[in-house]
């Protein structure tokens, strides 16, 4: 499965602020929407989705099951309620949001799950989100590496969370950046300015493109226009090696979306 490169997070955006976003989105060329069902905005998302005329065959939309709804009891009717909201037959990724915390449901029984969901037509590939090493590994010893289409974690300039990323590529499963821009403050750091004037683009396309230019997915959020194809812009740059490494030395272990039911991170 072939994961559009750049998609639009909708995180924190909710009612018609959603609905203006990706319908902007969409008008501007974004084809892969990201949406979750703690979002509490899948039915805007698919409202606008409907309202765009965009061929669905065209968009790749990814959701996420909560917490809430990881035991097998739960899993799939949930993932019908989400289908339900979105008014689509099928998703094209679905993802476990975050491993059950505290390890109330074992990771084999929530995998097993979501394979039986895709097995089922409900979704066309599954995956996993803020899993660390431990957690990957349980998930691949329930239903193997293949089915994984993709682990979503924080990566920026700020958090590069190289271990877990290299282990989750080791096991040749594809890699999505969320909060690429780590909310923003890529714009104000001296180093993303100066690379940025250099090219003439803004610090968030830099940011952007150095994740792109190691092989990751990205999903920024934004409400602007301008910004929205600001973000889509980013796959025109190409940055230096020299730009690389000057971005790769702000690694600060800066972690923005740290909840308290979060697994111990590598």
């Given at each position: 499965m072939q994961i559009p490169a750049i998609g639009l997070g909708t995180f924190r955006l909710k009612g018609q602020q959603v609905i203006d976003s990706v319908t902007t989105g969409l008008d501007l060329g974004y084809r892969h929407v990201d949406t979750a069902q703690i979002y509490d905005n899948e039915a805007e998302v698919g409202q606008a989705i409907a309202a765009s005329g965009v061929p669905r065959g065209e968009l790749f939309v990814t959701t996420k099951i909560?917490?809430?709804?990881?035991?097998?009891?739960?899993?799939?009717?949930?993932?019908?309620?989400?289908?339900?909201?979105?008014?689509?037959?099928?998703?094209?990724?679905?993802?476990?949001?975050?491993?059950?915390?505290?390890?109330?449901?074992?990771?084999?029984?929530?995998?097993?799950?979501?394979?039986?969901?895709?097995?089922?037509?409900?979704?066309?590939?599954?995956?996993?989100?803020?899993?660390?090493?431990?957690?990957?590994?349980?998930?691949?010893?329930?239903?193997?590496?293949?089915?994984?289409?993709?682990?979503?974690?924080?990566?920026?300039?700020?958090?590069?969370?190289?271990?877990?990323?290299?282990?989750?590529?080791?096991?040749?499963?594809?890699?999505?950046?969320?909060?690429?821009?780590?909310?923003?403050?890529?714009?104000?750091?001296?180093?993303?300015?100066?690379?940025?004037?250099?090219?003439?683009?803004?610090?968030?396309?830099?940011?952007?493109?150095?994740?792109?230019?190691?092989?990751?997915?990205?999903?920024?959020s934004s409400t602007k226009r301008e910004n929205l194809a600001g973000n889509l812009a980013a796959r025109d740059l190409r940055l230096s090696d020299d730009d690389m490494q000057s971005i790769a030395a702000l690694d600060r272990g800066e972690r923005l979306a740290s909840p308290g039911f979060a697994p111990a991170w590598d």
């Open positions: 909560w917490t809430e709804a990881l035991s097998r009891d739960k899993l799939r009717a949930s993932l019908e309620t989400s289908l339900s909201k979105l008014k689509f037959d099928q998703l094209d990724l679905t993802l476990i949001h975050w491993p059950s915390p505290g390890d109330a449901v074992p990771v084999a029984e929530y995998m097993t799950a979501l394979a039986e969901a895709k097995a089922a037509g409900l979704t066309k590939a599954i995956g996993v989100s803020n899993f660390p090493i431990a957690h990957l590994k349980q998930a691949i010893d329930a239903v193997g590496a293949a089915e994984i289409a993709t682990q979503q974690i924080e990566i920026h300039p700020f958090l590069q969370n190289r271990k877990l990323a290299g282990f989750t590529r080791s096991q040749g499963i594809h890699v999505t950046a969320y909060m690429p821009l780590a909310y923003g403050k890529v714009m104000h750091d001296p180093v993303l300015q100066g690379i940025a004037q250099r090219h003439g683009v803004s610090p968030a396309q830099v940011a952007l493109a150095w994740l792109l230019q190691q092989g990751y997915a990205v999903i920024p």
